[in-house]
């Protein structure tokens, strides 16, 4: 549809949705088996097993924030540095089931978001997970009906989704409203706004219909609602500090952590390289990201989706650990999360290392972190 034209002329009279469903869990298990890619995936004939693994199992989601990972795997840049060891890759459509698949050792490493990474570490009492690098920073923005809301006063009083009860994007909007003054009960999302919990893939059907005014979403649905006629009226990287926090992380399972670190850095070796790539070739890494969308779900971004999302993402290696313990506060302070001990969730050690033989700084935990042998 134009970007001119009013939503209002396309209502069409659904039934108000009080709040739909978790979808991604019901949907999502253990994640999705991500379809064959291109040749660049391919082990290398006689190429050498790392640590005498025959496989390692990478989850990752189908977002632009996720691009590290869609461009790594697309451009074989991870399964180049994993040698004779094959990358399997599974996608996510949400953090618990990640972290469930993680659990249930299905998964070895993943990409995700901040929220779910310190959701599972603090229930599993700090003994699943480690955080050992940073992938992406920003691609969230607060996109609204222009028929219906005009300016940031105007959100109160309006329904405003969000892609999961207890999410990343959830635990910022809740904050966000709090330092408004509004009040909303975090579980039921009722109060001076309503935030409606909306998977990611139903908020754009939402919109334009009128059930939702707005949402608080990650890229690339953002730019999809603005290709509907939306307007961006925040973009949250305007309330960080350097205009910076975490969006994405590179997560792996303690086991898998202690049993083959090698992998491991491999791994990071592999998204090191990919970032720097994506710094270099920024209009190829887009391509390249949207190829291996449209290879894990049957559809590419068409431009007007694609160029604005791209642009709103910083693609970094720094987990930014300072902005991950901000998001904790803010979680325990809506009434989603006790107050976590998150001594012991960063272990840089690796990264560090890789970084150092790259020639980079070295980048800190925020004294969330976990000594390990420097050598093994």
């Given at each position: 549809m134009p970007a001119s034209l009013p939503l209002s002329r396309l209502r069409r009279g659904v039934a108000a949705l009080a709040a739909l469903p978790l979808l991604a869990l019901a949907a999502c298990g253990y994640g999705s088996q991500a379809k064959d890619g291109n040749?660049?995936?391919q082990v290398a004939a006689g190429a050498r097993k790392i640590d005498g693994?025959?496989?390692?199992r990478i989850g990752y989601f189908g977002n632009?924030?996720?691009?590290?990972?869609?461009?790594?795997?697309?451009q074989g840049i991870l399964q180049k540095a994993l040698g004779g060891t094959r990358a399997s890759y599974a996608t996510f459509n949400a953090g618990p089931s990640e972290i469930e698949a993680l659990n249930a050792g299905s998964l070895d490493i993943g990409w995700i978001g901040p929220s779910p990474a310190i959701n599972g570490y603090a229930k599993s009492d700090g003994k699943n997970l480690r955080i050992v690098g940073?992938?992406?920073?920003?691609?969230?923005?607060?996109?609204?009906?222009?028929?219906e809301v005009t300016s940031l006063e105007d959100v109160k009083g309006k329904r405003i989704a969000t892609p999961q009860l207890g999410n990343t994007q959830d635990v910022a909007f809740l904050n966000w409203i709090a330092k408004q003054g509004w009040k909303v009960d975090a579980q039921s999302g009722k109060g001076d706004v309503t935030v409606v919990r909306s998977d990611n893939k139903v908020t754009p059907d939402a919109f334009r219909s009128g059930s939702v005014d707005g949402a608080w979403v990650p890229e690339p649905t953002a730019s999809r609602?603005?290709?509907?006629?939306?307007?961006?009226?925040?973009d949250e990287a305007s309330l960080w500090p350097d205009r910076q926090f975490v969006i994405t992380n590179v997560i792996v399972s303690q086991k898998f952590l202690e049993e083959h670190p090698k992998v491991v850095q491999a791994v990071l070796k592999g998204s090191v390289e990919t970032n720097r790539w994506i710094g270099a070739n920024?209009?190829?890494?887009?391509?390249?990201?949207?190829?291996?969308?449209?290879?894990?779900?049957?559809?590419?971004?068409?431009?007007?989706v694609l160029d604005p999302a791209w642009r709103s993402i910083r693609f970094t290696d720094?987990?930014?650990?300072?902005?991950?313990?901000?998001e904790a506060a803010h979680a325990v302070e809506a009434g989603l999360l006790e107050k976590p001990d998150l001594a012991g969730i960063y272990d840089l050690t690796i990264l560090n290392k890789v970084l150092e033989a790259e020639g980079e700084s070295a980048v800190d935990d925020a004294g969330l972190g976990v000594e390990r042998p420097k050598s093994r």
């Open positions: 040749a660049n995936e693994l025959d496989t390692v632009l924030t996720h691009a590290t990972a869609l461009v790594g795997r697309e940073g992938s992406a920073s920003g691609g969230v923005k607060l996109v609204v009906n222009p028929d609602l603005v290709a509907e006629g939306g307007r961006v009226l925040l920024p209009a190829k890494a887009k391509a390249a990201a949207n190829r291996q969308l449209e290879t894990d779900s049957g559809k590419a971004l068409p431009a007007d720094d987990p930014l650990a300072d902005t991950l313990d901000a």
